[in-house]
């Protein structure tokens, strides 16, 4: 995830540098609809969080976070400038994204103005995708305290 202020949108580049490569461009609009509605899956797909009492809900959000951003710790790695300017000439505007469950694993379809491109990821990946694109809307200012549309803690809360 880049964000542009030329363009005042994210670019999503997935798979730089390989011949599957696949970029587009996310609006405010896409960014608030997709960490509102895929916080509600998250939460709505978990087993532990259906086992766990009332009271330890928020806990059990913040652990699964924390969990899958451990687990997909060594996954990240810095994209070089040049690749990432060569995703921004060939990207297109996102125009609808759809997560799903499918056994254990999680389909994630982006469709574009003229492709679409779609990969399996577990959850951990997709607490990963997330929280990569909330670090690029808290850059770009798009939202900012209560609006961020993540009601999820970053972080377990001390008691």
């Known amino acids: 995830f880049r964000y542009v202020p030329r363009e005042d949108r994210i670019l999503v580049t997935i798979n730089p540098g390989h011949e599957e490569a696949w970029s587009c461009w996310l609006t405010r609009r896409i960014v608030r609809a997709l960490l509102h509605s895929s916080t509600e899956f998250l939460n709505r797909t978990s087993d532990l969080l259906h086992r766990a009492p009332k009271e330890a809900k928020g806990e059990i959000i913040a652990f699964e976070r924390e969990a899958g951003l451990v687990a997909t710790s060594k996954a990240i790695t810095q994209t070089p400038e040049n690749v990432l ?18 056994s254990s694993r999680l389909r994630l379809e982006l469709k574009g103005e003229a492709e679409t491109a779609m990969g399996m990821i577990d959850r951990p990946m997709l607490q990963r995708i997330l929280q990569m694109l909330e670090l690029e809307t808290a850059r770009a200012g798009w939202f900012t305290g209560a609006s961020l549309p993540n009601s999820a803690p970053t972080k377990p809360r001390q008691h």
Do not use: P
């Open 85 to 102: 300017q060569q995703s921004a000439r060939a990207a297109r505007l996102l125009e609808k994204i759809t997560i799903s469950r499918q």
